[in-house]
């Protein structure tokens, strides 16, 4: 079938610009909200001076609202029409108050207050949901074609990774502007504050600028027309759930993939500064490790996909990730001058697990709404990656409530310059073996997905048939 031909019938391919453009929309979000989930904790107990269980109560809390906020969200993007594009409108109208939220989520200006980091913590994310829902839903939007969305997906992890890269240099790049003590810089402490402020604000606006430039290069084609749109409800979410299994196995991998990444990376700073003793420079280098794996494997996904299929992928990969955990569980314990080469190669092998399985698991999305829109002939992108929406934040609330709550249990005292046997290894569990438990269960989850490429394509293919 010729190229024009596949383009009537919604299976686009897209420039390289195109794609980088999309790609630089999960860049951007990764540099404020990434920053946010591997930090915030770290930040609050050790500068803003909040209790770890104050903290892990307040995640929970913030969840619990994204849970009412999301549907709300889904719906209104669905059933919106702005100007400027259905799905990339909300790139600008979202992205602007986003930025000005996350800067102040880490200003020290009311130290210790519990009310100032509700409300700049709930507004960051319900700012982020207005980003992120429609970010999602324009990857569906771009076209149907299942290998150009594989492609467009590996290009927007390598964005998402590049900026997670970005995230995890914020030890060197505080230490810049933190105070020094006998040369070295203190970034752990009240007197750091002023650090972590201008970190984020640098981070921030570099995220902005990348999400005008991802609005600048997408072009929605696939999308409802306006008289479909208007018969768009909250309750869409539920019913689509309740009816689409793919779905459903997607949403409850998202939960524990979710909150597997959560855990690791709120508890990476604290396994860095207490069980090995690092320096910004080896926090850094340790947590670079955890995302180059990225730029060696995420352009091999398409072929490594066809050469195993989907489940395969994941298998392998998570299978991978589990035997990093391992790795890093058994180095830690070595008392030597190796210790820290080996947890980097450690870290190394369970990030490439970690990253392939987790940036694939985006793929999906696009064809869960093929499979809604083949089944009852609504096109929801918005409400269903509103929903998935729920449950990766769902992931994410354990993420930030299971480190509090261990820490919490473990006695952990950001006053104490060295922590007891029994914190520390409450760290090693959230480092370790926690994650690895979940990705067990993810395994279990997605060996119930049943849509094959086979399958994809042919729903797309009839759903095109249907509209002409």
Known sequence: MSNSVQEQKGFYKLSWLQRIGFGAGDMAQNLIYQTVS????????????????????????VRLVDVLWDPLVGALVDKGNPKWGKYRSWLILGGIPLVGLAILCFWNGFSGSVAYAYITYVGMSMCYTLINVPYGA?????????????VLTSTRMFMANLGALIVKS???????????????????????????????TIFALAGLALLIFCFSQCKERVVMDQKESENVKVSDLWTEFLRNKPLRVLAFFFVTAFA???????????????????????????????????????????????????????????????????????????????QFSLLCVAQFVKST????????????????????????????????????????????ALGGVVPGLVLAWVGFNAELPQQTALAEQGILWLVCVIPAILL????????????????????????EQRSK
């Open 138 to 150: 324009l990857n569906s939007s771009l076209t149907r074609d299942t290998e150009e969305i594989t």
């Open 353 to 396: 697990g970690v990253i392939v399985a987790t940036g694939y698991m985006w793929v999906l999305v696009p064809e869960v709404v093929s499979y809604g829109e083949y089944t009852s002939g609504k096109r929801i992108a918005g409400i269903v990656n509103a929903l998935t929406g729920i449950f990766f934040k769902a992931g994410m």
């Open 260 to 338: 597997m990444m959560s855990v690791g990376n709120a508890a990476d700073a604290y396994f860095m500064s207490y069980n090995v003793g690092a320096t910004p420079l080896m926090t850094t280098a340790f947590m670079w490790l955890g995302t180059i794996p990225a730029f060696i494997f995420m352009p091999l996904v398409p072929a490594i996909k066809r050469k195993i299929g989907k489940k395969g992928m994941f298998y392998l990969f998570l299978g991978t990730a589990i035997v990093g955990m391992a790795m890093m569980y058994t180095f830690v314990q070595i008392e030597s001058l190796k």
């Open 440 to 463: 067990v269960l993810a395994m279990y989850i997605i060996s119930k997905y049943e849509l094959s490429d086979e399958v994809v394509e042919k729903i797309n293919r009839e759903i």
């Open 38 to 61: 591997i930090w915030l904790l770290f930040f609050y107990t050790n500068v803003y001076g909040l209790d770890p269980g104050t903290a892990a109560l307040m995640f929970l809390i």
């Open 170 to 200: 914020l030890p060197m790049v505080i230490a810049i502007f933190a105070p020094k003590i006998n040369g070295e810089a203190v970034t752990n402490t009240p007197e750091a504050a002023p650090a972590w402020f201008i970190t984020m």
